[in-house]
């Protein structure tokens, strides 16, 4: 009562007189790049200046433009152990991709069938950076309507040349919480060819669906154009889903087919038909240790277009237990079908033949709050694997002893025996991040893995005397791990 008297009988007034003013941002720098290849001995010395400029058409529509754009100094990406055929999706990290990259979302897709991926632009196939002469981006909304528009000039690499790539998204907010959309891509920044792709899509939700949850669902289609390519070049989906927190499910079915190839997009695999389920119970205690009672299960379906089942996959997890203080505990099993109709290698060592392979696998997990001072996780998955045995063991503990200092561990360790072979991986990696104060602040990545017998270290030192002004001195460092286990320096840049 007394607090509705307060804002029953506070004096209310408004704010005036607030002008963007220019709405202008320049941003001038300059990379002083040292490199160097142990194994040819070139040593290379680069100065490299660059430019931003960030305006403000509106107060919710954004200009930038960009000219011989440096990333050299992004974080590097965080290793992964690939065990399937298929290709890893890896995140952004740069800044200029980054800056208003959900407009350019489409059809609530993940990863296969993505129109566009921003990762392809200025990296090579192996992760390698690419020059990029300049570029400009015009986001935000006007309207109703949600305006994405990029285009890069890319620098030559290898035997391609240089390329123009352009990016274009527009939606517009329909009924009382969708929207209908339109995506257009041109370019291919991997090779000498053109490629174009156009998609639409419709996102359809309401706060007040059946039974008075939420509702959502989309539909999508797209084509692209290439070269000598007329037929099977489509991907189409749709798919609904009710993300509540009692009850959530979710239903999606996609088609990918043998000559979808979207140059600026993501696919790790054509040709498919693709049908996902996934179904969770909520319980939520009156009382007593745990916040959260789960119990859901999954189910993926692969199948060729003539409808082969290639891959079949069932999850559950009887119970998943989270705490009040986001302590989290679940028990899964999975039960997966593998059709391979071309032998691939795990490792580059381990050969898995062409041949149809049925196997369980189980996992136990349990982890700690991330909020807490100290906080670890423990995961072991065990069972069959392509017609041999996997064994998956992994922790990672995470120290915040304040706000100044963050140590991360981590370790994977994967031993897999296979008729062609056995192999155990190991995956490792140390963070540190310090903040010394609000201006100066150290970033340390060490990782190593054996698969790839490397050893890489990535320090970021940074130097913030006032907001939009920084100085950076970074250091990455590779290393092979020789046969004796020693360490031989492969590549070095400083920056």
Known sequence: DRLWWAVDNVEMCCISGIQQGWGLDVVPSANVVRRRDFSSGQTDLMFEPALDVFYKLTPSLNMSVTINTDFSTVEVDEQRVALDRFLLFFPEKRDFFLQDAGIFEFGNLDTNGRPFFSRRIGLSSDGMPIDIVGGGKLTGRLGRFNIGVLGVRQEAYDSVEASTLFVGRLSANVLSESSVGLMVTNGDPASNNDNTLVGTDFIFRKSKGPFGQIFQGQAWFQETSAAGINDENRAYGAGFEFPNDRLRVRLKAMEIQENFSPALGFVSRVGIRQYESFIRYRTRPDSGLWREVDNQIESILVTDTGGDVLTRVTRIRPVSLRSHGEDLLFVEWQRSYEQVRESFELFDRLEVPVGVYEFDRYRVEVSSGPQRPVSALLSVQF??????????????????????????????????????????????????????????????????????????????????????????????????????????????EII
């Not at 069972?383 to 063991?393: A, H, Y």
């Not at 897999?416 to 072979?421: C, E």
């Not at 192999?423 to 970033?443: E, Q, V």
Request: aromatic residues 10%; hydrophobic residues 40%; without cysteine.
């Open 383 to 492: 069972g069959d694997f392509f017609g041999g045995e996997r064994l998956e063991k992994s922790v990672e503990i995470q120290w915040r002893q304040s706000a100044h200092l963050f140590l991360g561990l981590s370790f994977v360790e994967n031993v897999v025996k296979l008729p062609s072979g056995d192999f155990t991986a190991h995956l490792g990696s140390l963070r540190a991040d310090i903040a010394f104060n609000a201006r100066w602040s150290w970033s340390t990545l060490l990782q190593y893995d054996n698969s790839l017998e490397e050893l890489r270290v990535n320090t970021r030192l940074r130097f913030e005397p006032q907001a939009g002004r920084e100085m950076l001195l970074v250091l990455d460092h590779r290393s092979a791990v020789t046969a004796d286990n020693r360490l031989k320096s492969i590549s070095n």
